[in-house]
């Protein structure tokens, strides 16, 4: 059965730091797309970075990028979110996911394409003072 597991999650400070890890059973991460995607209370999923295999071609969407790094671990065996200079508006459950749909596309239309994707259980983030 093909699973993926998010971990990393907690509570943080404005301006801190947390970093996520995505990693699977059932399948090598390293041949399969992946993507992170967030929802927080009251808000639309949004997907806010994923990665290609192969070239490992990255998508970062407006409200993350310069602030958050998605990155192959050199083994292969996980997809890490570096995320810094956290916001409260950054708060939500994060997920890691892939989609069998993906094959072909760019990293930046993954991210606004979850269907038929197989999602973690998700990680929350809460970012406050």
């Known amino acids: 059965q093909v699973q993926l597991m998010e971990s990393g999650g907690g509570l943080v400070q404005p301006g801190g730091s947390l970093r996520l890890s995505c990693t699977a059973s059932g399948f090598a991460l390293s041949h399969y797309h992946i993507g992170w995607f967030r929802q927080a209370p009251g808000k639309e999923r949004e997907g806010i970075s994923c990665?290609?295999?192969?070239?490992?071609?990255?998508y970062y969407a407006s409200s993350v990028k310069g602030r958050f790094t998605i990155s192959r671990d050199k083994a292969g065996n996980a997809v890490v979110l570096q995320m810094n200079s956290l916001k409260p508006e950054d708060t939500a459950v994060y997920y890691c996911?892939?989609?069998?749909?993906?094959?072909?596309?760019?990293?930046?239309?993954?991210?606004?394409?979850?269907?038929?994707?197989?999602w973690g259980q998700g990680t929350q983030v809460t970012v406050s003072s």
């Open positions: 990665i290609t295999s192969g070239d490992g071609a990255t």
């Open positions: 996911i892939t989609s069998a749909r993906w094959w072909g596309l760019s990293a930046g239309t993954m991210c606004s394409r979850p269907e038929g994707a197989v």
